[in-house]
């Protein structure tokens, strides 16, 4: 067994989402405790693209694997991030964080339930909040959220000029300002 399956009813989770093929669901419970666009080398070779949305719930209790959990194939990206792919279709459908004082999984947003208009439900709050890893991004993003050198936990918040390009690092204390204002 990779992640014990929870069957729930639908209405039990805050959101849903499933794999490319629908083999696979997952369920989130409450609001997540991040959401980030990652520009990780990793995410972009695993992902196909520039970077990946990824929606992120603390402790391996809140994203959780509602169906399919035997079609999930798991392996190790780094000594920190375990990956879950669906064997069917090969949907990257879940990261698991390895790290023992810090554990959390993410899911890519692009997965979460639509409606029938092929939009994300409940997008508002599910949209990238913060850039991680944007020194290795393929593009330079012009936008409001903060960007940092890895993760927001361990990594550093970058100055960026009016292009996104980097130009320095936000010291801890103005950062921490520029965080509570938000």
């Known amino acids: 067994t990779i992640i014990a399956t929870m069957s729930a009813s639908s209405s039990d989770w805050a959101y849903t989402g ?74 990257p459908v879940m990261n698991e964080s390895a790290i023992p004082s810090f554990l959390f999984r993410d899911a890519p947003l692009a997965l979460f339930k639509r409606d029938k208009d092929g939009q994300i439900i409940g997008k508002d709050k599910l949209m990238p909040s913060i850039h991680i890893h944007y020194p290795s991004r393929v593009r330079n993003h012009v936008d409001d959220r903060p960007k940092f050198d890895t993760d927001p936990g361990s990594g550093n918040m970058l100055k960026v000029d009016a292009e996104g390009n980097v130009i320095g690092i936000i010291e801890k204390k103005e950062a921490e300002s520029k965080n509570s204002d938000q």
């Open 18 to 91: 499933a794999c490319y093929c629908g083999a696979v669901e997952f369920g989130c419970k409450g609001e997540p405790a991040w959401t980030c666009q990652c520009h990780c080398t990793i995410c972009q070779r695993l992902g196909g693209g520039e970077s990946q949305s990824l929606v992120a719930y603390m402790g391996l209790d809140t994203l959780v694997i509602t169906k399919g959990e035997d079609l999930l194939t798991k392996f190790a990206s780094s000594a920190n991030m375990n990956r879950f792919h669906c064997s069917k279709c090969g949907s």
